[in-house]
């Protein structure tokens, strides 16, 4: 009968551990997902996007007025804080970033957090067909979005 003890226990165990697993990435995911929450625990995307993000921009042409646009800029943190000064590193360059998020809440964030005149937030899905822009855009930058799309195809 210990033996079956042992084993009801075990099992016990596991699904415990599970549901507390299941209950943490609840959490967690519902804190991505309000913008304060998503910006004060977003570092891990700020240190990607400050090593990356200079990377892929130091060999880039750069003209007076580029449209760029920020797919997935979320709270809008490295949209200002990263992308943006490393565009207007020349005097001559006046850029307009499009912050683009299919999130009300966080355009609504950012768009008082981190406010800018080169930087338009605006709420889009751009995966979506009907999704218009209001110019072309010269450059695109996405970082950490595609685990946020649910259907990859």
Same mark, same amino acid.
């Given at each position: 009968?210990?033996?079956?003890?042992?084993?009801?226990?075990?099992?016990?165990?596991?699904?415990?551990?599970?549901?507390?697993?299941?209950?943490?990435?609840?959490?967690?995911?519902?804190?991505?997902?309000?913008?304060?929450?998503?910006?004060?625990?977003?570092?891990?995307?700020?240190r990607d996007a400050r090593e990356l993000i200079p990377y892929?921009?130091? /060999?880039?042409?750069?003209?007076? @007025? &580029?449209?760029?646009? !920020?797919?997935?800029?979320?709270?809008?943190?490295?949209? =200002?804080?990263?992308?943006?000064?490393?565009?207007?590193?020349?005097?001559?360059?006046?850029?307009?970033i499009y912050g683009v998020d299919v999130s009300n809440k966080?355009?609504?964030?950012?768009?008082?957090?981190?406010?800018?005149? /080169?930087?338009?937030?605006?709420? @889009? &899905?751009?995966?979506? !067909?009907?999704?218009?822009?209001?110019?072309?855009?010269? =450059?695109?930058?996405?970082?950490?979005?595609?685990?946020?799309?649910?259907?990859?195809?």
């Open positions: 009968m210990d033996f079956f003890k042992k084993l009801l226990f075990s099992n016990l165990l596991k699904k415990l551990q599970f549901l507390l697993f299941c209950h943490k990435l609840l959490i967690t995911e519902k804190k991505m997902y309000d913008p304060d929450s998503y910006d004060a625990y977003s570092e891990f995307q700020r892929i921009t130091e /060999n880039m042409d750069w003209r007076k @007025a &580029d449209n760029i646009l !920020d797919f997935g800029c979320g709270s809008g943190f490295n949209t =200002k804080n990263i992308l943006l000064p490393l565009v207007v590193q020349d005097e001559n360059i006046n850029p307009l966080m355009i609504d964030f950012a768009s008082v957090k981190y406010a800018s005149p /080169n930087i338009v937030y605006m709420q @889009a &899905d751009v995966l979506k !067909d009907d999704c218009e822009f209001p110019c072309k855009f010269d =450059k695109i930058f996405s970082f950490h979005v595609l685990h946020w799309i649910l259907d990859q195809e």
